[in-house]
């Protein structure tokens, strides 16, 4: 990831979390993931009243990317207010496509406090499926 990309991707992580649909919880969350070819694909969460049809930030942008034909991804960006890291379920979505992705977590109320971990190390033995 070129510096560039790595801002465009924070950028954009920001920019999702503004679209966030959370009347319930209030909580926003944005997502921005970087394709292989270079695109930024964003997310944001998605709430519902019947609150477990939510859907999260991180597996909005992996649907939209994989819908629009990417599979491989170099980086994933989440912006948040204390910059959370992903929910279990995002870390086994994510952990279809890559191994080792690495992830930026954004701090909305400081947006230059980043930190940056990994999905081998947020989510080790992960499940594995072996398609018959
Ligand atoms: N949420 C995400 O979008 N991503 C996560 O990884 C954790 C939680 C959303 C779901 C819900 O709309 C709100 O944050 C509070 O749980």
């Known amino acids: 990831m070129t510096n560039d990309q790595r801002s465009g991707l924070i950028r954009l992580a920001c920019d999702a979390r503004a679209n966030a649909h ?3 919880s209030k ?3 944005g997502a921005a993931l970087l394709t292989e070819s270079g695109e930024i694909i964003c ?3 998605v709430e519902n009243a019947s609150y477990g049809l939510t859907i999260c930030a991180e597996r909005i942008a ?3 990317a ?3 034909g990417h599979r491989r991804f170099l980086a994933l960006a989440i912006a948040t207010s204390g910059g959370h890291p992903p929910c279990g379920a995002c ?3 994510a952990a279809e496509f890559s191994d080792d ?3 930026l977590l954004i701090d909305s109320d400081q947006p230059s406090r980043i930190s940056e971990t990994n999905l081998r190390d ?3 033995g992960r499940f594995k499926f072996q398609a018959p």
């Open 91 to 93: 870390r086994q979505f």
């Open 43 to 45: 997310g944001c969460n």
């Open 101 to 103: 992705l690495p992830i």
């Open 27 to 29: 909580f926003h969350v």
């Open 66 to 68: 994989v819908a629009a």
């Open 22 to 24: 959370a009347p319930y």
């Open 122 to 124: 947020l989510l080790p």
């Open 62 to 64: 992996f649907g939209t």
